[in-house]
C-alpha cells in the first residue's frame, strides 16, 4: 500500500517499551512524529534516538508525541536504551514500538509483503527500507513522510522545523519558504485576495503578483 501526504495514517495495535498502544487512540489530540529503524543496537539509530530525547522538551511545547519502531522485540529496545543513554546523555522516554511480526513495517509500505512475519535471522541490511519519518496530525493524516539511507543520521532540527510550520500553516493562511525559521517573514497564500491581504495582513509586500510575504502571525 502506497501512502501520500494527506492520508490517513494506517492504524495498529502494538506492544512498545511502554505497554500496549492503539495508535489512533495514543495520538489522541497531538501530533505525533513516527520514525522508523532497521534494528537494534546499530550505530547510526542509536544516536538518532537519543537526539529525540534530548529534544522532549521542545516535543512536548508543541504538543507533539515521538514513537519510535525498531524490528526487534520490546525486551531488545530496553537493553537498548541503556546504551543510547551511555552514548548521548539523553533518555528515551517516549515508547518504541516492538514490530518482531513485521506488521507496522509492511502497514507503512517500509517492507514489502513478502517479507515474512518474523524479524528472526533478518539483518539491518534485510530492513534497510525501514528507515522513515511519518508527521501524523490530530484528525490521523500523514503531514510529512521521509525516507533515509543507512547511513545518514537523520536531521531532527529540521523534524522540529517542519512541525513549526506545518502548525503555522494550519491556524493561518500562509506558506512557509525555503530555509524558514520560526520569527521570519511568510507567503500569503494564493487563496487569499489582495483586498482581503490588506485586512487580514496590513503592510505585506508584493515581490510579484503570485509572492506576496508578511510578517509570521502570531
Known amino acids: 500500500m502506497s501512502l501520500r501526504i494527506n492520508d490517513v495514517a494506517p492504524d495498529f495495535t502494538a506492544e512498545t517499551t511502554q505497554g500496549p498502544i492503539h495508535f489512533h487512540e495514543w495520538i489522541g489530540d497531538s501530533y505525533a512524529v513516527l520514525f522508523s529503524h532497521p534494528k537494534d543496537f546499530t550505530p547510526v539509530c542509536t544516536t538518532e534516538l537519543g537526539a529525540v530525547g534530548s529534544l522532549e522538551a521542545q ?33 528515551v522516554n517516549f515508547p518504541v514500538i516492538g514490530d518482531t511480526d513485521l506488521n507496522v513495517a509492511k502497514l507503512y509500505d517500509m517492507l514489502p509483503a513478502s517479507a515474512g512475519d518474523t524479524s528472526e535471522g533478518r539483518t539491518p541490511a534485510d530492513n534497510a527500507t525501514v528507515r522513515v519519518v511519518y508527521i501524523v496530525g490530530p484528525d490521523k493524516k500523514i503531514k510529512l513522510q521521509m525516507a533515509y539511507p543507512m547511513t545518514t543520521g537523520r536531521n531532527f532540527d529540521e523534524i522540529i522545523r517542519v512541525i513549526d510550520s506545518i502548525q503555522l500553516t494550519a491556524k493561518h493562511k500562509v506558506a512557509t519558504p525555503a530555509n524558514w525559521k ?26 510579484k503578483p503570485y509572492l506576496r510575504t508578511t510578517t509570521q502571525p502570531k
Request: no cysteine; aromatic share 6%; proline share 3%.
Open 182 to 207: 520560526q520569527g521570519e517573514d511568510v507567503i500569503i497564500t494564493g487563496g487569499v485576495s489582495n483586498e482581503d491581504a490588506d485586512k487580514i495582513f496590513p503592510g505585506y509586500k508584493t515581490v
Open 59 to 91: 516535543f512536548a511545547a508543541r504538543g507533539v508525541k515521538p514513537i519510535g519502531l525498531s524490528v526487534d522485540g520490546v525486551e531488545n529496545h530496553a537493553k537498548w536504551a541503556k546504551d543510547i543513554e551511555e552514548v548521548t546523555g539523553a533518555k
